[in-house]
């Protein structure tokens, strides 16, 4: 380094890694940021928005006892960008996809099957499907507990301290674990309810996720990375850098891709080594975000001030252009794929809805789900399991 | 960066107005320099996307209230180099406090093997602050002056740091072989 002239140079000449890379994920999400900031000066004038919500509710509401309303509720929909086809139902005749799902609401978890049959399953919170959906496993008031879907209890095991995020493995050799969070720590179980022990000490309160096909689980470290462990051997596989409060992590099917969803933006890191896919800065309020089944495709459930969104994003390149599969004024709650990647169920909370559509824009709204459910489901994620159950 | 003002003031104004294409000049134009900028600040591949990122996104947010007189560069620099400041500073405090034995055990893919250009080994050396102010002055070509302007510092220090910044990078490199 001679003189400044010098310097000037070797600077230049070092390139981060993978530049050209990092460009062209920059330039995907600046443009997406700068187009959608288009639509908001579209959207209607605040005075209307709650005209708009309450006309979404009282159509649903008037819907029970006036089928002919379903025309109201077109115009409630009818904003989103392609054709749809809708079909109102006032009650649960039947699911549109095969599985069963999995919903948790203020009165427990309730499992709907196929034909619209519905159990509840008892005062529990958290439910979620053990891998073949032949159990589930939720939390009492002070335990862990391990359930058949016609509600009758396996074990139980119980835990001083706030219990939350129990999450069952896939099953590897006969055996499968529960990973869940006591505190602020990370614990495992074994299926059956023995074996016990701590993985971490500091652990963040999002739900851990376990990767398809073995026991690796991602988790959010106390320090706010995101963990990939193999608790087979207790090794860490990759970490992240240090994230905004990851609300949400999943996994893709084959366990290439992990998203993590944080308040505003989703981000997608190779399931192997961690190398980051990518990111989207997203409009609005993240609520939920899954994987479709099979697929990378991502379904993401947005909520703005006063109307919600399902987007779908690729989890090959998240900060490229998203697709609007369904928005309506209010707030929708819940996200959950059929298993067949058919269908995605998204909560409308405010319109008191199950809206059941399709990537292609079919369209199903099964209405008056207090009523039925004794509580509309109040947990961002619901289970929508095994077409074989 | 005189040559570029015209078209750069055009760029913006078409941005402003909502042109994909403006807004992609202007992306294409500053993107390398701030994206190396970043990079060279906090010596992290993912971390350096982030933050011009970050920035592009904040300067896209304030986009209709920007000044078409002034020039876009010094704009988004200043925030991309304050950034990166911030976040090595915030990197250094999590060193500090310490991290777990099961992270520690970790191989980390995002530390960055290929920062062993001797340059790079030199600049590394230095803290964040000595490192802004030598990358605005030898890689942006910002002056003294308006260094101080970007980060908000007195013109003596923005001075003190570049001696002393240089002097340790000298000491830093290896001895040039003439022969």
Same mark, same amino acid.
Not at chain 1, 237 to 250: D, G, K
Not at chain 1, 354 to 365: D, H, L, N, S
Not at chain 2, 113 to 118: D, N
């Given at each position: 380094m001679a003189d400044a002239s010098d310097l000037r140079r070797a600077l230049r000449r070092i390139q981060p890694p993978d530049a050209i890379g990092a460009e062209r994920r920059a330039w995907a999400v600046v443009r997406t940021a700068f187009e959608e900031r288009e639509?908001?000066?579209r959207r209607p004038p605040q005075a209307l928005r709650p005209l708009?919500?309450?006309a979404g509710a009282v159509a649903l509401i008037a819907a029970v006892v006036n089928p002919p309303v379903l025309n109201a509720i077109r115009d409630a929909v009818g904003r989103t960008k392609e054709k749809k086809v809708v079909t109102y139902k006032q009650a649960f005749f039947s699911l549109p996809a095969p599985g069963r799902l999995l919903v948790n609401t203020a009165r427990g978890p309730w499992i709907i099957r196929p034909d619209g049959g519905?159990?509840?399953? $008892?005062?529990?919170?958290? /439910?979620?499907? *053990?891998?073949? $959906?032949?159990?589930?496993? /939720?939390?009492? *008031?002070?335990?862990?507990v391990a359930l058949e879907p016609n509600g009758t209890v396996r074990w139980s095991l119980a835990r001083a301290g706030k219990l939350s995020f129990p999450r069952w493995s896939p099953e590897v050799d006969g055996s499968t674990k529960i990973a869940y969070l006591r505190g602020d720590t990370l614990r495992l179980v074994a299926g059956d309810g023995t074996q016990d022990r701590l993985v971490d000490a500091a652990a963040a309160p999002t739900a851990p996720a376990w990767k398809p096909g073995g026991f690796t689980l991602a988790y959010v470290g106390g320090a706010g990375r995101i963990r990939v462990v193999d608790t087979a051997t207790n090794k860490l596989?990759?970490?992240?850098?240090?994230?905004?409060?990851?609300?949400?992590?999943?996994w893709s099917d084959d366990g290439t891709r992990l998203l993590a969803l944080t308040h505003r933006s989703l981000i997608v890191f190779g399931g192997l080594r961690g190398q980051r896919i990518g990111r989207a800065f997203l409009p609005a309020e993240a609520v939920a975000a899954a994987f479709a089944p099979g697929s990378h495709r991502i379904a993401v459930l947005l909520r703005f001030p006063q109307q919600s969104a399902v987007q779908l994003r690729d989890g090959d390149a998240p900060g490229a252009a998203s697709r609007m599969v369904f928005n309506a004024d209010g707030r929708f709650g819940t996200l959950a794929w059929s298993p067949n990647g058919t269908w995605l169920l998204a909560g409308w909370k405010s319109a008191d809805a199950?809206?059941?559509?399709?990537?292609?824009?079919?369209?199903?709204?099964v209405g008056d789900i207090a009523r039925q459910l004794g509580a509309f489901p109040d947990v961002p994620q619901a289970g929508w399991c095994c077409p074989t159950g | 960066m005189a040559r570029l003002w015209g078209g750069e003031a055009s760029w913006v104004r078409g941005a402003q107005a909502g042109s994909v294409p403006d807004l992609e000049a202007l992306f294409r134009e500053h993107w390398p320099r701030a994206h190396r900028a970043a990079y060279l600040v906090?010596?992290?591949?993912?971390?350096?996307?982030d933050i011009a990122q970050e920035a592009f996104l904040a300067a896209i947010r304030a986009l209709d209230r920007f000044d078409r007189r002034r020039p876009f560069g010094p704009w988004l620099h200043r925030i991309v180099v304050n950034r990166a400041i911030d976040w090595s500073r915030a990197r250094a405090l999590r060193a500090e406090v310490g991290g777990d034995a099961l992270e520690e055990r970790a191989s980390s893919p995002l530390v960055d093997?290929?920062?062993?250009?001797?340059t790079a080994a030199a600049l590394?050396?230095?803290?964040?602050?000595?490192?802004?102010?030598?990358?605005?002055?030898?890689l942006l070509e910002y002056t003294p002056g308006e260094i101080a302007d970007l980060l908000d510092l007195p013109r003596g220090t923005v001075n003190s740091r570049l001696r002393r910044g240089l002097d340790r990078m000298r000491e830093e490199l290896p001895e040039e072989d003439d022969g």
């Open positions: 639509p908001a000066r708009l919500i309450a519905r159990r509840l399953l $008892g005062r529990y919170r958290d /439910a979620s499907w *053990s891998p073949r $959906g032949l159990f589930v496993t /939720a939390l009492g *008031s002070h335990d862990v596989s990759w970490h992240s850098l240090r994230l905004p409060p990851v609300t949400e992590l999943a199950f809206m059941f559509v399709t990537p292609k824009g079919r369209q199903r709204i | 906090v010596q992290d591949a993912a971390a350096a996307e093997a290929a920062y062993s250009e001797p590394a050396a230095l803290s964040p602050e000595h490192r802004a102010v030598i990358v605005l002055r030898h």
